[in-house]
């Protein structure tokens, strides 16, 4: 089942930075997708296009219309045309791991993790920070997914660097999502700690049929993990088919600016 579709991206800031040219691409359901490109490529453009942190100029940002909520004719929705309550509702389902890891550093792990959550709270809830005896339960099992239950009641400022990435993805597992984008997740880990973080990963991917759209700077890291690999160039989708296709005429291209 195709879970994302992207048709003719674009997105330009001012009257001529161009970031994304006319994006095209498909993914289905459960794929663990890299996205590949130089700095400037539109990496991280594309996947905030997706959940909408960044407006696209146009285009659309296909999913199936059981992901967002919405009431609505037809077996899919455009994102970039929920109002505000739906994108709120679709991003329950859309989960975001930055490479900052985005947690509040002066709250406990498990304070973290349980704001995975919130957006399924209603509003008094949510604000007052309440959290059923359930919430706790899973939050403490998602932690033991990513092998930090030990550290459940620490302050997240305790934690390594790829202890809190992986408090930030237990947050995310929090919001049962069909979806997770990763902004260059390992960028700022050694590769020891970045190989730990991607199988995480992948493994909770796997285990709980989500599909991943990740952006990595590491092409070795991206040849052992994707199933699939999205090459950008220039804003322009220059190679998309799997790591065995990724020939060096390609990374080359890629990110040296050589022609084939």
């Known amino acids: 089942m195709t879970i994302l579709e992207i048709k003719d991206l674009h997105k330009t800031y001012g009257a001529k ?4 040219r006319g994006i095209n691409f498909q993914i289905e359901q459960g794929e663990f997708v890299c996205i590949i490109g130089l700095s400037g490529a539109g990496k991280s453009t594309l996947l905030r296009c997706v959940n909408r942190l960044i407006e696209a100029s146009s285009g659309a940002v296909l999913v199936p219309r059981a992901l967002s909520g919405v009431s609505a004719d037809g077996a899919k929705v455009d ?5 505000a309550e739906e994108l709120r ?22 304070e973290n993790v349980l704001s995975g959550g919130l957006g399924y709270q209603p509003g008094l809830r ?15 099992t998602n932690l033991e997914r990513v092998g930090l239950l030990d550290h459940a009641y620490k302050r997240a400022d305790q934690l390594s660097g790829g202890e809190q990435q992986r408090v930030a993805i237990a947050r995310t597992l929090m919001q049962q999502p ?7 997740p390992v960028a700022s880990l050694d590769p020891r700690l970045s190989r730990v973080v991607l199988d995480i990963l992948k493994r909770v991917c796997r285990e709980d ?11 070795e890291l991206t040849r052992e993990y994707a199933d699939r690999i999205i090459g950008l160039k220039q804003g322009q989708i220059f190679f998309d088919g799997r790591p065995r296709d990724l020939t060096d005429a390609i990374v080359d291209s890629v990110y040296h600016g050589r022609d084939q």
Request: hydrophobic residues 55%; positive net charge.
């Open 89 to 110: 509702l679709l991003r329950r389902k859309v989960g975001m791991v930055f490479q900052q890891f985005n947690i509040v550093k002066r709250l406990s792990v498990i």
């Open 126 to 140: 949510s604000v007052l920070r309440i959290f059923s005896r359930d919430e706790k339960r899973r939050a403490l």
């Open 79 to 83: 994102v970039l045309k929920l109002n």
């Open 209 to 219: 049929g989500i599909t991943a759209l990740v952006s990595l700077h590491a092409l």
């Open 178 to 184: 069909a979806i997770i984008l990763a902004d260059e």
């Open 17 to 20: 930075t161009q970031v994304l």
